[in-house]
């Protein structure tokens, strides 16, 4: 007897399997009824012939609650009008558990209560297209930068240092002494770079930012590359490399999941290299042709991304932006000391940066120039200043987001949906 995934029952026409999942649906007709079993990896429609199977079995029909967890024998046979194109004649059902009533019913649920129910929503159609997308986002990622030479180089969660400002740190305690939970994996990734060449590392990064938009959690999960012998349009060479090797891999593996989500495809079809590269300037026009009201030398918030990416029919790359609101380690324009080198990518129809990035400061003494104007302490950046004392190099590195990749290739509008378990401002729990 063949045990096998529903995904896999194509393999197995005429041939009698064993199947084990959760109940999603069952219907009556009379002498046969019908469920829906899924495994996790798909859904098949079993049905249930009085004469094909015995009393005891075709008798479960009222007993067999939504999310019931049971073992179903049976022969596969094709069937275009089911899902997959293959359903199961049911010869016997075993039931491991019958399910309680189950909270989440067809009905219109407020996103509270879903939030609340996250563990269970898991469960659901769309909400497993989308973490489909992301398991497929992720391979993709990694078999890019494994494909191009990269070495993963895991980067700490407890740092004693600050990446992109102190005043998103989340502080913890650390025996005698305080520690805050990663902003960024970047500076280490350049430690990494100086050793290897091209690096990334793929993990949990931390923002105590007080921020309830549909693009921000506290705990969003970040895939970063670093380069030596980079600069910063080598930089966005590899962005958008990168970027569109990840959509055009979900277009081919992602159909199914993206059709349960309604996606419009056509837009990502768009999405192959090279993308529109626009200075800060050129970005700050755009806002003023369309009539937005905006201060120069300030950062873009998220109606201002909307109004630019619109744009184009493709992610856009802004650099060289305003240095005072750049990160300590970004490196400056030769021609400009006012400019930080640096680039953000924004995602078509509206769904802001999902890359960040730029060429380091590479000289030591700039570096501790940069520090000191900054407000940083000096201590906890010794071992990153080392990097510039032996062998120093021009290099450059990014960061994409997962969860904003996420929710744009899938069409989402809000970022929780797009993580199994959301951290927010006013979420830590299930």
Same mark, same amino acid.
């Given at each position: 007897m063949n045990q096998v995934n529903i995904s896999d029952l194509g393999n197995y026409a005429g041939e009698e399997v064993t199947v084990k999942g959760w109940v999603y649906k069952t219907r009556s007709i009379g002498k046969i009824w019908f469920v829906i079993?899924?495994?996790?990896? %798909?859904?098949?429609?079993?049905?249930?012939? @009085?004469?094909?199977?015995?009393?005891e079995t075709f008798n479960l029909e009222p007993i067999l609650t939504q999310e019931s967890s049971v073992i179903i024998t049976g022969t596969?046979?094709?069937?275009?009008?089911?899902?997959?194109?293959?359903? $199961? %004649?049911? @010869?016997?059902?075993?039931?491991?558990?019958?399910?309680?009533?189950?909270?989440?019913?067809? @009905?219109?649920?407020?996103? !509270? #209560? $879903?939030?609340n129910h996250?563990?269970? /929503?898991?469960?659901s159609k769309l909400q497993h297209a989308i973490l489909r997308v992301r398991?497929?986002?992720?391979? =993709?990622?990694?078999?890019?930068?494994?494909? &191009?030479?990269?070495?993963l180089v895991d980067s700490p969660i407890f740092?004693? &240092? =600050?990446?992109?400002?102190?005043?998103? $740190?989340?502080?913890? %305690?650390? #025996?005698?002494?305080?520690?805050?939970?990663?902003?960024?994996g970047q500076l280490y990734q350049e430690a990494g770079a100086m050793a290897f060449g091209k690096v990334y590392c793929f993990g949990p990064t931390f923002r105590a930012e007080?921020? *309830?938009?549909?693009?921000?959690?506290?705990?969003? /999960?970040?895939?970063?590359?670093?380069? =030596?012998?980079? !600069?910063?349009?080598?930089?966005?060479?590899?962005?958008?490399?990168?970027?569109?090797?990840?959509?055009? /891999?979900?277009?081919?593996?992602?159909k199914t999941d993206l059709e349960t989500l309604d996606r419009d495809v056509s837009t990502?079809? @768009?999405? +192959?290299?090279?993308?529109?590269?626009?200075?800060?300037?050129?970005? +700050?026009?755009?806002?003023?042709? &369309? %009539?937005?009201?905006?201060?120069?030398?300030? !950062?873009?918030?998220?109606?201002?991304?909307?109004?630019?990416?619109?744009?184009?029919?493709?992610?856009?790359?802004?650099?060289? /932006?305003? =240095?005072?609101? *750049?990160?300590?380690y970004m490196k400056r324009d030769a021609e400009n000391d006012n400019l930080a080198m640096g680039v953000d990518m924004l995602a078509p129809e509206g769904h802001g940066e999902i890359v960040g990035g730029g060429q380091r400061e590479d000289d030591h003494d700039t570096l501790v120039r940069r520090i000191k104007e900054h407000g940083l302490p000096m201590e906890p950046f010794q071992w990153y200043l080392d990097l510039r004392k032996y062998g120093s190099v021009p290099h450059a590195g990014f960061g994409l987001g997962i969860e904003r990749t996420v929710a744009w290739i899938t069409g989402i509008r809000h970022i929780r949906e797009t993580i199994p378990f959301p951290r927010t401002l006013t979420r830590l729990e299930p």
């Amino acid at each position: 007897m063949n045990q096998v995934n529903i995904s896999d029952l194509g393999n197995y026409a005429g041939e009698e399997v064993t199947v084990k999942g959760w109940v999603y649906k069952t219907r009556s007709i009379g002498k046969i009824w019908f469920v829906i079993l899924r495994d996790g990896t %798909g859904l098949v429609q079993c049905v249930v012939v @009085k004469e094909e199977t015995d009393d005891e079995t075709f008798n479960l029909e009222p007993i067999l609650t939504q999310e019931s967890s049971v073992i179903i024998t049976g022969t596969v046979r094709e069937e275009a009008r089911s899902v997959g194109g293959f359903e $199961l %004649g049911v @010869k016997s059902i075993q039931i491991i558990q019958v399910s309680e009533e189950y909270p989440i019913s067809p @009905k219109e649920h407020g996103t !509270d #209560f $879903l939030m609340n129910h996250r563990h269970l /929503w898991l469960r659901s159609k769309l909400q497993h297209a989308i973490l489909r997308v992301r398991h497929q986002v992720i391979k =993709a990622s990694r078999d890019f930068f494994d494909q &191009n030479g990269f070495i993963l180089v895991d980067s700490p969660i407890f740092t004693a &240092n =600050a990446a992109e400002g102190t005043t998103s $740190l989340f502080e913890v %305690g650390y #025996f005698d002494r305080s520690a805050y939970l990663t902003q960024s994996g970047q500076l280490y990734q350049e430690a990494g770079a100086m050793a290897f060449g091209k690096v990334y590392c793929f993990g949990p990064t931390f923002r105590a930012e007080k921020s *309830k938009t549909r693009r921000h959690l506290t705990e969003f /999960w970040m895939i970063e590359p670093e380069i =030596a012998f980079c !600069d910063l349009e080598q930089d966005m060479d590899w962005a958008e490399k990168y970027v569109s090797y990840i959509v055009q /891999w979900c277009l081919e593996h992602c159909k199914t999941d993206l059709e349960t989500l309604d996606r419009d495809v056509s837009t990502l079809e @768009k999405v +192959v290299t090279p993308f529109p590269r626009i200075t800060y300037d050129d970005a +700050v026009e755009i806002l003023k042709k &369309n %009539g937005v009201d905006f201060e120069y030398g300030g !950062d873009f918030g998220g109606t201002d991304e909307t109004v630019i990416s619109e744009q184009f029919d493709r992610p856009v790359m802004i650099h060289r /932006w305003p =240095a005072e609101i *750049k990160a300590f380690y970004m490196k400056r324009d030769a021609e400009n000391d006012n400019l930080a080198m640096g680039v953000d990518m924004l995602a078509p129809e509206g769904h802001g940066e999902i890359v960040g990035g730029g060429q380091r400061e590479d000289d030591h003494d700039t570096l501790v120039r940069r520090i000191k104007e900054h407000g940083l302490p000096m201590e906890p950046f010794q071992w990153y200043l080392d990097l510039r004392k032996y062998g120093s190099v021009p290099h450059a590195g990014f960061g994409l987001g997962i969860e904003r990749t996420v929710a744009w290739i899938t069409g989402i509008r809000h970022i929780r949906e797009t993580i199994p378990f959301p951290r927010t401002l006013t979420r830590l729990e299930p």
